[in-house]
């Protein structure tokens, strides 16, 4: 197993902690020297917070422990290719690498969409690497949207054949 993939299945392992709390199956480690210095995974709805995506969980964690909001030499891993806002954090934390494992065609901000690295307005460039344990990163996001859709279905019978009230 390379380092990226090894720091990527400790992303796929918070991930599934975001999908055990149903959240969108997310997950963040940010590394340093080889260390583990911020993890996170996706926390808006437990949080009340639009901005608690992995990344910028992950980010504030690194930067408390590093006493640094900069994070030179550190690089980010995540399931998913981040999005506008959090390409964004990471370029004013001065990410040094972006590795994540499944694209995302809809608001990736990589790869997929606006290809931010290449196309912002930043002082900063930060280089990125998709498709690391892609298959696994994809495989979990699908699987809780399909899980989420049976349970969404159950409930829609359950309230139409009157065994449940909606009120």
Not at 22 to 40: F, L, N, Q, T
Not at 48 to 57: S, Y
Not at 61 to 89: F, H, K, Q, W
Not at 141 to 157: E, G, T, W, Y
Request: hydrophobic share 40%; with cysteine; charged share 20%.
């Amino acid at each position: 197993m390379t380092t990226d993939q090894l720091f990527m299945t400790r992303a796929l392992e918070l991930a599934q902690c975001a999908a055990d709390k149903g959240e969108v199956p997310v997950g963040a480690v940010i590394v340093h020297k080889g260390k583990i210095v911020g993890e996170g995974y996706n926390q808006p709805i437990t949080r009340c917070d639009p901005t608690a995506h992995a990344e910028i969980v992950a980010l504030r964690e690194a930067a408390i422990r590093t006493s640094n909001y900069r994070l030179m030499g550190c690089d980010l891993y995540v399931t998913i290719e981040p999005c506008t806002m959090c390409v964004g954090a990471l370029m004013h934390a001065r990410i040094n690498r972006i590795i994540f494992g499944a694209t995302e065609p809809r608001a990736g901000a990589l790869e997929s969409q606006l290809q931010l690295a290449e196309n912002g307005p930043y002082n900063h460039s930060i280089n990125w690497q998709g498709g690391v344990l892609a298959e696994q990163c994809s495989l979990l996001i699908k699987q809780f949207f399909q899980n989420k859709r049976v349970l969404q279905k159950q409930s829609n019978a359950l309230v139409q054949s009157g065994d449940i009230s909606t009120v």
